[in-house]
């Protein structure tokens, strides 16, 4: 399974834009990056997804590098709501319809 | 149009005893999807079903751990016996659409505690 690597914690306050970055260098051209959050005592919850090019929803942006090797979670005005965990995750569009989740990036928003 | 529904949202039980976890899945959702996350751990893949049938259950840790779906609607995980390292929180998620644009829409969890 392709894997991803994401930093374990990141810090904002509220109401500032947050950057969560997230390298997958070794991608194939067939894998969809998504994008899911775990908020405290919930389920993961979807978030945003994409292919090649840039995606905006009403939760979030995704901007996805050219060469697909890395993206990054926009999130435009943090708020408390989005103290979460976020995890970056490959899907292969014909292998297996399953997520493999790793660690994530645990955002504290402040205040 | 409710979500994914688990059932209990807790349980506590004794080791060597037998828990059913239940999903409902979102009403027309094909796909079902059982996950657990153990204390300090990731979120693992246990089963996939499609339908009433069992696509993927690479992830079942031992034969302790029975799924089913029947009739392709709410499907229930059985462990029996429980044991302690089984204590987690365990995830059902279902979605549409197959494939790598897909949406998982998961549940708040079923909370097992082994003691």
């Known amino acids: 399974d392709a894997k991803t690597t994401q930093p374990n914690s990141m810090e904002s306050n509220e109401e500032e834009p947050v950057h969560l970055p997230c390298n997958h260098s070794t991608i194939s051209g067939t894998d969809y990056i998504h994008w899911y959050r775990q908020l405290p005592s919930q389920g993961p919850e979807y978030v945003i997804h994409?292919?090649?090019s840039n995606v905006n929803n009403r939760m979030a942006s995704l901007a996805i590098a050219e060469d697909r090797k890395s993206s990054t979670l926009i999130l435009h005005r943090a708020t408390l709501r989005d103290a979460a965990v976020y995890y970056c995750?490959?899907?292969?569009?014909?292998?297996?319809?399953?997520?493999?989740f790793g660690t994530g990036t645990r955002l504290q928003v402040f205040p | 149009e409710a979500g994914v529904t688990q059932f209990p949202s807790h349980s506590v039980i004794e080791k060597g005893q037998t828990v059913t976890l239940r999903c409902d899945p979102i009403?027309?959702?094909?796909?079902l999807y059982w996950y657990r996350r153990v204390m300090g751990k990731e979120i693992k893949f246990l089963l996939h079903?499609?339908?009433?049938?069992?696509?993927?259950e690479s992830g079942m840790p031992n034969n302790r751990f029975l799924a089913e779906r029947t009739g392709g609607t709410y499907s229930t995980l059985k462990v029996q016996p429980a044991e302690l390292e089984d204590s987690g929180v365990y995830f059902c998620?279902?979605?549409?659409?197959?494939?790598?644009?897909?949406?998982?829409?998961f549940g708040e969890g079923s909370r097992l505690t082994v003691l």
């Open positions: 994409g292919l090649t």
């Open positions: 998620a279902s979605s549409q659409d197959l494939g790598g644009h897909g949406e998982l829409f």
């Open positions: 079903f499609v339908k009433e049938s069992k696509q993927d």
């Open positions: 995750i490959l899907r292969d569009e014909y292998n297996t319809d399953k997520l493999i």
């Open positions: 009403s027309g959702h094909d796909n």
